[in-house]
């Protein structure tokens, strides 16, 4: 790897493709498994969390990386994770819903398929896609995209750059044209939250919850008027002008809020 030493736009780019090719050949190896019944669709949500580890492990010990994760004890942030995470996934959907008016009819269906997905069928399912959407998939994007892709692009010194270009490749390894595009924001999102705290801790933890808490949703039915409007935001809206725009907007102040929160906290990254 010594001829990748000095180029950090070329390393990140590397690590990117090695990481897509390894989850693609695991991907498949996984659905021809499925396909020959050695497991079923429960096993199967849990082994895919092997697209995301496999990969992850190997570019750790190509690259030799370490990675710290401090705790750090800005409390008025943690507990703004749940809200925000609550308000990412209003404001993807929003999104998604946006974007979908603008692509041809085949993307319509996308919605409906990723909650069908997600959608538990057993308790141990549940489980399944908890630890492996939910906790191990989060973990290991951010371990890659913005600790070690992200980390390389700093030290050219440009942090929008980098971050934007770390974004890209983030929208790109999700391989569909949806998620491509709101996928870039988020990336863009957690990428800053690691430029200004130098730790991944925080960006790992709000990637955790923000998965959990839709896959949650889904599998849980519970007799209250804000559990069911935050199940059912965006799944009954055929275009985005039928969305309330209220749950937006109140997502949009959470997000300023957090925003100040971490810049008040770390005022004195290495990268700002």
């Known amino acids: 790897m010594k001829f990748l030493k000095n180029h950090s736009y070329l390393k990140s780019f590397f ?54 994760l401090n705790y750090y004890e800005a409390y008025s942030i943690y507990i703004m994770i749940l809200p925000l995470a609550l308000s990412i996934q209003i404001m993807g959907s929003a999104f998604m819903i946006w974007f979908i008016e603008y692509l041809p009819e085949g993307y319509s269906s996308y919605y409906e398929s990723i ?21 191990i998939g989060p973990t290991c994007e951010e371990f890659v995209f913005r600790g070690v892709i992200l980390s390389k692009l700093l030290e050219n010194k440009n942090t929008f750059f980098a971050n934007v270009f770390q974004s890209l490749l983030f929208g790109i390894a999700h391989m569909n044209l949806i998620q491509f595009l709101y996928a870039i924001p988020i990336g863009m999102f957690f990428g800053w939250i690691f430029i200004k705290t130098k730790n991944l801790f925080l960006s790992i933890l709000i990637h955790i919850f923000t998965n959990s808490t839709a896959i949650l949703l889904l599998a849980f039915d519970f007799d209250h008027p804000l559990w069911n409007f935050l199940k059912k935001y965006g799944s009954e809206s055929i275009s985005f002008r039928e969305l309330p725009k209220e749950p937006i907007y109140v997502s949009m102040v959470i997000l300023v809020l957090f925003i100040y929160l971490i810049k008040k906290n770390y005022k004195f990254s290495k990268y700002s």
């Open 115 to 135: 909650q069908k997905f997600l959608q538990p069928k057993s308790k141990l399912d549940l489980f399944f896609t908890l630890v492996s959407v939910g906790i």
């Open 15 to 68: 690590v990117f493709v090695l990481f897509v090719i390894i989850f693609i050949f695991v991907s498949i190896v996984l659905q021809f498994l499925f396909i020959k019944n050695y497991f079923d669709e429960e096993f199967f949500k849990l082994f895919l969390s092997l697209t995301f580890l496999i990969p992850t492990i190997i570019i750790s010990i190509l690259f030799r990386i370490q990675i710290k």
